[in-house]
């Protein structure tokens, strides 16, 4: 392998800032993100780029954003977006177990197809297409990281846990594991045998 310059360094990003999605008209975009997804309307300006377009931004959650480009001349197309090399095959977004498992009711009562749930083995997850066939994800974790943590870190030692173990895929067992291991890690005790007993 070639050394690379002193001069090459990494670009350190901290997380996802915004997705921006090419929508149709103002309206299809605020029923869909606002009125079927429930995230806030919170800023609202002319696409800078292109005076003829709006640019919608919605709050998914967690403080990020949403953005849509609209314009009024563009109709809704339902019709699967292409899965092409380089293109986008779906957005998923995070939602509460006990939101989850109302998601296939609320989508059916919209006259809304999709993949009802699907187990995941770390997560479950629900598949259908916004209202322009853009392919979208509702996922759902199956379990909270240890205070301190975050879910990447609780997914990084479930999967050295599958590999050691030779499993196929993360399972709940492989969390339950990576939790322990991470709380064990993080989290002192005053005891010098923190191994596993049975006082009963």
Known sequence: MMSQPDNFRKIQTQGVHHITLIGADRQTSIDFWEGVLGMPFVFDQPNLDDPNEGHLYFDPGDGRLITIFTNENRKADAKAVPEATGSLHHLALNVSQASFWQVAARLDARGVSHSGPVDRGFMDSIYFRDPLGLRLELASYRFEPPEGCRHADVM????????GRGDHHIDREHLADA????V???QQSLSTDRDAKNPY
């Open 184 to 186: 064990e890690r993080r």
């Open 156 to 163: 990084i030692e479930a999967h050295r846990i599958r590999v």
């Open 179 to 182: 939790i322990e291991l991470l």
